[in-house]
């Protein structure tokens, strides 16, 4: 399995703000997550950070307890996936207490594990996960947004949403509060499909239809070189659009 990334700070940051982490278990089984931060001038790299580490770290624990880590169940998966939310938000908030000058800040975070031709996803807040299958980008999170409640209540439109100047603000992230509520998805992934983890300084700049057009491979992926230029692309593609955020994409595919 091929599994690689790259984040860009775009062009109108200071600072890159994004954190990704990649885990190989075993050759059928690859983790990668995805954090956005946010607050403060460095509060959101630190969220981020934060985030990804101690989420990868939980999970990192998980398989060093599975006897056969090939065989776990998929209820076992997911259930590990959403506890390892729970400890990334106590991170970010222990953190903050810590220190008060980080008070506000908090992270998206997106993570699939994919074990074989199943991809386990949680999610929070607006970076997202899609399938590229038969030359076609399938978004498999739902983002916890503004303007996606808007959708969901008919105020706006999906073509609405995607150039509404509120597109940013987010309903949930990691680290904000107490309490926390991921959303989990399973997704069947067939043998050429290719996996896409992003920050929304990708997904708000190009359509799934670039983004499909990228990481449509007739042959396969082939090699991890060719999967880095790929996602190169990308992001030369959302700087193009004026590249208004960090931009950040994780790929995992045979």
Known sequence: MISCGKSDIGRKR???????????????????????GMGGVHGGREASRIAAERFASFIDAFFAAAEAPAAVSGHAVLSALTEAVFEANEAVLARTKEDPSLRGMGTTLVSTLRVSGVAYTVNVGDSRLYRVSCGTAEQITKDHSLVQYLVDIGRLTPEEAATAPNRNIITKAVGTGASIEPDTFVTLVGVGDVLLLCSDGLSGQ????????????????????NALSSL????????EQGGPDNITAVLVAD
């Open 14 to 36: 200071s600072e890159n703000q994004d954190s990704y982490l990649i885990r190989t278990y075993a050759p059928e089984i690859v983790l990668a997550v995805v954090c956005d």
């Open 232 to 239: 190169a692309e990308l992001i030369r593609l959302a700087n």
């Open 206 to 225: 190009l359509s799934p239809e670039t983004i499909a057009s990228v990481l449509t491979f007739p042959e396969g992926v082939q090699s991890e070189e």
